[in-house]
Nanobody
Framework: QVQLVESGGGLVQAGGSLRLSCAAS????????MAWFRQGPGKEREFVAA???????YYVDSVKGRFTISRDNAKNTVYLQMNNLKPEDTAVYYC?????????????????WGQGTLVTVSS
């Protein structure tokens, strides 16, 4: 099973940018669809973005045009570039992996999770 470690969170002003990284262990990283989820204060964990084996991507409507997910299979890493950040983007961001693209947006159906990294956007 793949193990995931996120990094890159921090404090940023509204309108700013951050890039999150998720490093995966194991030799089967390229077999997984990868996703980012987030959990804001007092909110349930929600899907943000996903990328499959052929670099196909899918985003929640609220981040389309602002966030970009990408992966580097040679480095076993998935990224989330976040631009034009808003205070409502404040959350703990989690990296997740799924062997099935059909399950990649389902919080209760992922195969592995990272520990999360906090993003705080000030107004």
């Amino acid at each position: 099973q793949v193990q995931l470690v996120e990094s890159g969170g921090g404090l940023v002003q509204a309108g700013g940018s951050l890039r999150l990284s998720c490093a995966a262990s194991g030799r089967t990283f390229s077999s997984y669809a990868m996703a980012w989820f987030r959990q804001g204060p007092g909110k349930e964990r929600e899907f943000v973005a996903a990328i499959n084996w052929s670099d196909g991507t899918y985003y929640v409507d609220s981040v389309k045009g602002r966030f970009t997910i990408s992966r580097d299979n040679a480095k076993n890493t998935v990224y989330l570039q976040m631009n034009n950040l808003k205070p409502e983007d404040t959350a703990v961001y989690y990296c997740a992996a799924a062997l099935s693209w059909a399950r990649v947006t389902r919080t209760n159906a992922l195969d592995a999770w990272g520990q999360g990294t906090l993003v705080t956007v000030s107004s």
